[in-house]
């Protein structure tokens, strides 16, 4: 079958064929040895050759119908119990272009008549043909009363009724096409006030009649509705008008000219003319619509008969956006029937028995035998024992069953069937279409179904783009007119980069953005932008970087300091290693400021901003962390020589022991940033705080500020932790401080970093409640962060070295050894002894010749290994081992060496040399303390002493 349909559809004009049976479908008639049915009913059509989809639906109906219930058919009678069935006789009369029309209509007449009488005495229906043909099915149906279903749609076909009354047509009437159109541009207009204004103009032709009454139609509800300012053109589309010898509807020439009168050149300068146009031509508007674009024409709609022909549009789709039209089906539509869901997924179906894709004439083929049978439940649905067979006998049977078929209300999948008093379906409305944009397909459309309502996708847009005022943000560019592809484009164009129009209208060009400001790259603004960004000048730029230069230039010139008086006693006993995390913590935190610094204004990249918001943590946390807890460790080291000195026990205490204090709080909060940064970092943002709007400019103030990057978590939740963990360090640090305040200010902070954290906390108390205040000023809060930050760091600097610088140059009291001036007690001692010693050798006028034995050691007498012996069981003093000439102290070297090892003993100034530790133990020692083998060159009570410039004394 698919071989023979796709061979009559490509039949050359040139090769006729011989009528022939096509379809042949269904059981044969009073056969009741081979049926099931109670009654058999004869379905006929003749066609040409070409009218394929309004037959080749028709062979489904009736396999359907047939096959249903079990294969007995469909049911009539108030019980249901009487069963009929549908056979197709389905007859191609000839190729119509081969025979000619006059033919062509005689042999259609002769077969159908052929059939007709062939059936006489039989239940039959006549399916209609298509097109010129139908005409030839009209006077044979009533010869023969039998009720013809027509497939065509002017109403001439079927007026009037009393010509012949077996005539019923289920096309909606094609007068009904142009009347949504109609009435939504009345409804506009009504609501704008427009009727006396709007233009509308009217194309069409004298024939055929399907387009003459279509637009003959839409003129009738135009001028019902009010519209004064209506035109039409009405032609002979075979006649010839300027006597040239070409057909008006070829001819360039004259409908050109209808182009010019319908929209003259020059249109598009007057803005009230916006005429809203209705076409019913064949091909006549390929030479209409491109003249009206040279005039200019700016239509507010078009309607076209075309607009819905598939051979038309598609090769024109980049031209009809907005185009309206009309037709019988639409594939949106929802109606169905037993059989199927949708009129789409039927003609799917019945692809694969016809080999091809069919349109909504299939469709309609499909509905006609469907609806026959809803003809003969309605006619007999009383009745207990229904007799067709019989009363189609009789002329007063059949009469019956005609008027029937005017009181049928049928659904089917052609939609609602009703008829008037024409035989007309008022079912429903015509299936209007508007080419759309294709939500699915960019820069493509397709055919929006606009009506009926029940059934719309979309609703119709009128005016159309090309009639409609420029948007804020466009301006009307008339050089778009002849380049543009669609009558109903917009000649409307976004503004050029850094130009604006503020309102809609029908400007000619754009207002220039004033100096300052633009449109950041973008076309098509409504006013010029300037941002306000509130970044931060360069002027408080240099502030943070100098207070940050101070910072980092106090901790350079202090591990200077360190370095050159790596020897002197001040030094060694504050713990060289911790002395240098303190200032290398400080140029960590202080760099903090760097991040604080980083930012980006609309429209930048935020990468070194939200780099500099992640650093801002972590920089000024860890720094914070090594410098306070190097204070600790150190504090922690001290303690513990004090402890052990005081014990008696001879246990080395290396830096490492105490590496704890700052490994541990480190360790935490570098778990906490890690988290933090893992799961929530901070990130730039920028937060508009208010937008104004003067002369055309857009002024859009915002700050820049590091949020959380998902905000689901507050930041409490990760600087909660960390302000838990460096409080425990302060708290443990000044725990340990005020353990070892009996130790000399000399070497211990305790006095100097409470006097750091009561500065810092005056820092905080003027700068916190500031920072609040000024949250809203960007500088303002830099100034502030950037102060607290920088004065915390130079005050924990300065409060611990500048009191070390001071001692270190002061040095000690004259005949105070270093040792004696590690606790506070044994300190005041040595003091209050040498001041004695001073007034006896002035009030005798000599010098004492021999000084106490009982020097006490100084912690600042240790060695680069700063290692010392716990307190000395024998002499009740702390014992000093330095080894000269020691590279400093690193952070393995004990601040205490096992009493086995040898040992120098450093004053202020200078050093003594010491013998094995166990002479140490055993109770002398042979420079500091007299060795027995030296006794008599150095006695243990007359120790040589010489003094240096400075005072101090070294035992020599």
């Not at 270190?808 to 209050?832: A, N, P, Y």
């Amino acid at each position: 079958m698919h071989s023979l349909v796709d061979e009559l559809s490509n039949l050359p004009p040139d090769q006729n064929i011989d009528p022939c049976i096509l379809y042949d479908e269904g059981p044969e008639p009073n056969d009741s040895n081979s049926t099931s049915y109670d009654l058999v009913v004869q379905n006929i059509q003749i066609t040409p050759h070409d009218c394929r989809d309004h037959r080749d639906g028709a062979p489904m109906a009736i396999k359907k119908l047939n096959e249903d219930n079990g294969g007995q058919g469909f049911p009539i009678g108030f019980n249901k119990d009487f069963f009929l069935g549908f056979r197709l006789f389905s007859v191609v009369a000839g190729n119509s272009n081969f025979l000619g029309q006059e033919a062509y209509l005689e042999i259609h007449t002769q077969i159908l008549n052929s059939f007709l009488e062939d059936t006489d005495g039989q239940m039959r229906y006549i399916i209609g043909s298509c097109s010129f043909t139908s005409s030839a099915e009209k006077e044979p149906a009533g010869d023969h009363e039998a009720i013809l279903m027509a497939q065509v749609g002017p109403p001439g076909f079927y007026e009037p009724r009393t010509s012949n009354p077996w005539v019923f047509g289920i096309h909606v009437s094609s007068d009904d096409y142009p009347l949504a159109a109609a009435r939504k541009l009345s409804f506009q207009a009504t609501q704008n006030d427009d009727l006396a204004t709007q233009p509308v103009r009217v194309i069409y032709r004298t024939s055929s009649e399907f387009f003459f009454s279509t637009c003959a139609s839409a003129l009738k509800e135009i001028r019902s509705a009010g519209f004064q300012d209506v035109a039409e053109v009405l032609y002979d589309p075979d006649a010839d008008e300027d006597g040239d010898g070409t057909p008006n509807h070829q001819d360039f020439d004259f409908l050109e000219s209808i182009a010019d009168t319908i929209c003259p050149p020059g249109s598009a300068e007057n803005p009230d003319f916006r005429p809203a146009i209705f076409m019913c031509t064949l091909r006549e508007q390929d030479i209409i619509l491109p003249r009206f674009r040279e005039n200019g024409c700016l239509p507010s709609s078009m309607w076209l008969t075309s607009a819905t022909w598939g051979f038309w549009t598609e090769p024109n789709l980049d031209a009809i956006e907005d185009f309206q039209g009309a037709g019988q089906w639409h594939p949106k539509f929802t109606y169905n029937d037993q059989f199927f869901d949708s009129g789409l997924e039927m003609i799917e179906a019945n692809e694969a028995e016809v080999g091809y894709y069919g349109g909504y004439d299939m469709l309609v083929s499909y509905a006609v035998p469907i609806l026959f049978a809803q003809h003969l439940q309605q006619a007999y649905r009383v009745f207990d024992n229904p007799t067709p067979d019989e009363d189609i006998l009789t002329p007063s049977g059949r009469e019956v069953l005609r008027r029937r078929m005017l009181d049928l209300r049928a659904d089917t999948l052609f939609g609602p069937v009703q008829f008037n008093d024409n035989q007309r379906n008022i079912g429903r409305g015509s299936a209007a279409v508007q080419w759309q944009p294709d939500s699915d397909s960019e820069g493509e459309v397709k055919s929006a179904l606009v009506s009926p309502d029940n059934q719309a996708e979309a609703e119709i847009i009128i005016p159309a783009a090309t009639a409609d005022d420029c948007q804020a943000g466009e301006f009307h560019n008339v050089s778009v007119l002849l380049e543009r592809t669609s009558l109903l484009q917009s000649v409307c164009q976004s503004c050029p980069e850094d130009s604006y129009t503020t309102a809609a209208g029908q400007r000619l060009e754009c207002e220039v953005c004033p100096s300052g400001t633009s449109t950041d790259g973008f076309v098509g603004a409504t006013n010029c932008t300037y941002y306000d960004d509130n970044l931060l000048s360069n002027g408080m730029l240099s502030f943070g970087y100098v207070a940050m230069s101070v910072s980092w230039l106090m901790a350079v010139v202090f591990l200077g300091w360190i370095f050159k008086h790596r020897e002197d006693p001040v030094v060694r006993l504050a713990q060289i290693p911790y002395l240098v995390l303190i200032c290398v913590g400080g140029i960590i935190s202080t760099s903090s400021i760097i991040g604080v610094t980083m930012q980006a204004g609309t429209g930048e990249d935020t990468s070194a901003a939200d780099a500099g918001c992640k650093s801002v943590p972590i920089l000024y946390s860890i720094g914070w962390i090594i410098q306070y807890g190097s204070v600790c460790a150190k504090t922690l080291r001290l303690k513990r020589v004090v402890e052990n000195s005081s014990g008696g026990r001879r246990t080395a205490i290396t830096a490492w022991r105490t590496g704890h204090a700052i490994a541990i709080p480190l360790i935490v909060d570098i778990a906490i940033l890690i988290a933090w940064s893992v799961i929530d970092p901070l990130q730039y943002e920028r937060e508009e705080e208010g937008r104004s709007v003067q002369d055309g400019v857009l002024t859009i103030e915002s700050i820049g500020r590091c949020r959380p990057a998902e905000g689901d978590i507050s930041v409490w939740a990760f600087l909660g932790p960390l302000f838990a963990n460096h409080i425990i360090l302060i708290l443990w640090t000044h725990w340990l401080l005020w353990q070892v305040r009996n130790v000399s200010n000399r070497y211990q902070e305790n006095k100097y970093l409470g006097m750091a954290a009561i500065f810092a906390l005056e820092v905080a108390v003027v700068g916190v409640p500031i920072l609040i205040a000024a949250q809203d000023s960007v500088e303002a809060t830099f100034f502030v962060i950037s102060g607290i930050v920088a004065l915390d760091n130079i005050g924990v600097l300065c409060f611990i070295f500048i009191p070390k610088i001071f001692f270190q140059m002061k040095g000690l009291e004259e005949g105070v050894t270093v040792g004696e001036s590690v606790l506070k007690d044994t300190h005041r001692q040595s003091v209050l002894r040498e001041s004695g010693r001073r007034l006896s050798s002035l009030a005798i006028g000599s010098s004492m010749s021999n000084v106490s034995a009982g020097v006490l050691p100084s912690i600042a007498e240790a060695s680069e290994s700063e290692d010392l012996h716990p307190e000395d069981k024998s002499s009740g003093s702390l014992q000093p081992i330095v080894e000269e000439n020691q590279p400093m102290l690193s952070a393995d070297e004990p601040l205490y060496k096992d009493s086995s090892t040898s040992h120098s003993v450093h004053s202020e100034h200078g050093t003594a040399d010491s013998t094995d530790p166990e002479t140490q133990e055993s109770g002398g020692s042979s420079r500091a303390r007299g060795d027995p083998e030296d006794d008599e060159e150095h006695p243990r009570d007359e120790p040589e002493e010489q003094a240096k410039p400075d005072g101090s004394f070294v035992v020599a």
